[in-house]
């Protein structure tokens, strides 16, 4: 009886360990941190519903940040553009585009673009102005570069 009851005392020791180690080492999913895919995408854009008419060239890409702006990218230097009144953006950070107020594509992320237009002073009013950030280029006509 005592060599069945020290049989019975080293399994059940055993068994605890093995839960002890399980539960070691199982931990639940991660909760996920937000990203730039889960900001909602948006553009600046200015109270003129028509191109700017200047015609300065801007060659570079779309790209976004962690806020879900969406602004030009050159070889080294982030441009913030700012599009006409109505103007929108649609898509997630993977893959967007900016259209005009009729629905027409305009720029598409993943394209080298020729963006026209020329530099300018910032104004506070303008939609989404708190992706403001470093340049200002008011957006004339764009195409592919």
Not at 17 to 42: F, I, K, M, N, Q
Request: aromatic share 4%.
């Amino acid at each position: 009886m005592a060599a069945q009851s020290t049989k019975l005392g080293r399994t059940g020791v055993a068994i605890a360990c093995a839960g002890a180690l399980v539960a070691c080492t199982s931990s639940p999913d991660p909760t996920p941190t937000p990203t730039s895919t889960d900001a909602e995408l948006r553009i600046v854009t200015n109270h003129t519903p028509e191109p700017s008419g200047m015609e300065a060239l801007l060659n570079g890409s779309l790209a976004t940040d962690d806020e879900g702006c969406v602004f030009a990218q050159t070889r080294d230097t982030r441009v913030t553009l700012v599009w006409p009144d109505g103007y929108s953006v649609r898509g997630d950070s993977a893959s967007y585009e900016v259209v005009d107020g009729d629905g027409v594509v305009i720029a598409k992320s993943g394209e080298e673009l020729a963006i026209g237009g020329g530099g300018g002073t910032t104004d506070d009013s303008w939609g989404n102005a708190d992706c403001i950030v470093g340049e200002v280029w008011i957006v004339g006509a764009v195409s592919r570069a």
